[in-house]
């Protein structure tokens, strides 16, 4: 089971995926706690120049740089993983490409669409949760975090335009479930364990 987390700077991915992979973890379930860009040894190595503040990069070859350490990603680990009964939780996948480069750098959707799923190899997540804030909530979370890398960097309105893309492909792709990101974490957690445990068992919590 394939399962994505989306949603701007500070929206509460990382710690969703923590305390979801502690619990699923606690019923027994296998888990790979992954990301994008990352996951592998060269998706780190692009992570790096993509997060690097001295780093400038054209929206499209920020698009070809995700699907790279996408393509290698799938291939390395998640499709191997997936053969198997884990849970993968992968903290961004292709939708963040079509957000951030599509809504948020202006490149044509579609064409995201169509480059993510040839890197994917056309596998996609089965649950992906939209952790949904509002920009100046982000950007008041990512302060008091402290750090600030070359996406951090980005105005009001970018981020906004983002968070209107995914909402946008929330309503397109039965897949993507909203949380309200401004719930308490035990909240969404609940939330989020209740879906799971419902798809992938069969069963209610
Ligand atoms: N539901 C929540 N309510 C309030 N604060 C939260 C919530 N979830 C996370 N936070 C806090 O907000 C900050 C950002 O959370 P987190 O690192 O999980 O976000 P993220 O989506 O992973 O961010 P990034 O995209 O930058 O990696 C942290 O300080 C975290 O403790
Ligand atoms: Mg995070």
Same mark, same amino acid.
């Given at each position: 089971?394939?399962?994505?987390?989306?949603?701007?700077?500070?929206?509460?991915?990382?710690?969703?995926?923590?305390?979801?992979?502690?619990?699923?973890?606690?019923?027994?379930?296998?888990?790979?706690?992954?990301?994008?860009?990352?996951?592998?040894?060269? /998706?780190?190595?692009?992570?790096?120049?993509?997060?690097?503040?001295?780093?400038?990069?054209?929206?499209?070859?920020?698009?070809?740089?995700?699907?790279?350490?996408?393509?290698?990603?799938?291939?390395?680990?998640?499709?191997?993983?997936?053969?198997?009964?884990?849970?993968?939780?992968?903290?961004?996948?292709?939708?963040?490409?079509?957000?951030?480069? /599509?809504?948020?750098?202006?490149?044509?959707?579609?064409?995201?669409?169509?480059?993510?799923?040839?890197?994917?190899?056309?596998?996609?997540?089965?649950?992906?949760?939209?952790?949904?804030?509002?920009?100046?909530?982000?950007?008041?979370?990512?302060?008091?975090?402290?750090?600030?890398?070359?996406?951090?960097?980005?105005?009001?309105?970018?981020?906004?335009?983002?968070?209107?893309?995914?909402?946008?492909?929330?309503?397109?792709?039965?897949?993507?479930?909203?949380?309200?990101?401004?719930?308490?974490?035990?909240?969404?957690?609940?939330?989020?364990?209740?879906?799971?445990?419902?798809?992938?068992?069969?069963?209610?919590?």
């Amino acid at each position: 089971m394939f399962i994505s987390f989306e949603g701007i700077e500070g929206s509460g991915k990382s710690t969703l995926i923590a305390a979801l992979a502690l619990e699923l973890q606690s019923i027994g379930a296998d888990v790979l706690v992954t990301r994008e860009p990352g996951g592998t040894a060269f /998706g780190d190595a692009v992570r790096s120049i993509f997060i690097d503040p001295q780093m400038r990069i054209d929206p499209l070859a920020e698009a070809f740089l995700m699907n790279a350490s996408r393509a290698q990603h799938v291939v390395e680990s998640i499709a191997p993983v997936l053969k198997t009964a884990s849970i993968v939780l992968c903290d961004r996948f292709f939708d963040a490409t079509v957000a951030y480069q /599509g809504y948020g750098r202006g490149l044509d959707i579609e064409m995201l669409i169509r480059l993510s799923l040839v890197a994917s190899q056309s596998i996609a997540p089965d649950i992906t949760f939209l952790l949904d804030i509002d920009a100046a909530t982000s950007i008041e979370r990512v302060r008091a975090r402290g750090t600030s890398d070359r996406i951090e960097q980005e105005d009001t309105g970018f981020y906004e335009r983002v968070r209107a893309g995914y909402l946008e492909l929330a309503g397109r792709f039965s897949r993507i479930v909203v949380l309200d990101g401004r719930e308490p974490p035990e909240t969404l957690l609940a939330q989020a364990l209740q879906i799971v445990v419902r798809r992938r068992y069969m069963v209610t919590l």
